[in-house]
C-alpha cells in the first residue's frame, strides 16, 4: 500500500505565506511527476503546480511568481512554498504522485486527503 500525507495548510491573512508538505510511504518502487492541485467551494479541482522526477516544473498562471514547487526524491517529498497568499487561493490542497509500486509493479496515480488552506483579506 501506498500512502500520501499532506501537512503544513492552515489560516493566514492576504500577503502571507505557507509551507505545504506530501511525503509518500508503502511500497514504491520510483515516484515519476509529482503536483499540487486545489479545488476551492463550488469549482473543479485544478492544477496549481507540478514537478517531474527531474525537476522540471509548471505552473498555473495564477500562481506563477508566487508559489514554488520543489521535491526531494530522497525522501519522496514534495513541497509547495506560497508566498503572497491571496483569498482567492482558499481552497483545499490535494497532493497528487504517479507512483510505481514495488509489489505489485503498477503505474498508479495516488491522491493525497487534502489540507485546508484559508486566506482572509
Known amino acids: 500500500q501506498v500512502q500520501l500525507v499532506e501537512s503544513g495548510g492552515g489560516l493566514v491573512q492576504a500577503g502571507g505565506s505557507l509551507r505545504l508538505s506530501c511525503a509518500a510511504s508503502?511500497?514504491?518502487?520510483?515516484?515519476?511527476?509529482m503536483g499540487w492541485y486545489r479545488q476551492a467551494p463550488g469549482k473543479q479541482r485544478e492544477l496549481v503546480a507540478g514537478?517531474?522526477?527531474?525537476?522540471?516544473?509548471n505552473y498555473a498562471d495564477s500562481v506563477k511568481g508566487r508559489f514554488a514547487i520543489s521535491r526531494d526524491n530522497a525522501k519522496n517529498t514534495v513541497h509547495l512554498q506560497m508566498n503572497s497568499l491571496k483569498p482567492e487561493d482558499t481552497a483545499v490542497y490535494y497532493c497528487?504522485?504517479?507512483?510505481?509500486?514495488?509489489?505489485?509493479?503498477?503505474?498508479?496515480?495516488?491522491w493525497g486527503q487534502g489540507t485546508q488552506v484559508t486566506v482572509s483579506s
Open positions: 497528487n504522485a504517479n507512483i510505481v509500486t514495488r509489489v505489485p509493479i503498477r503505474d498508479v496515480v495516488y
Open positions: 508503502g511500497s514504491i518502487f520510483s515516484i515519476n511527476a
Open positions: 514537478i517531474t522526477s527531474g525537476g522540471s516544473t
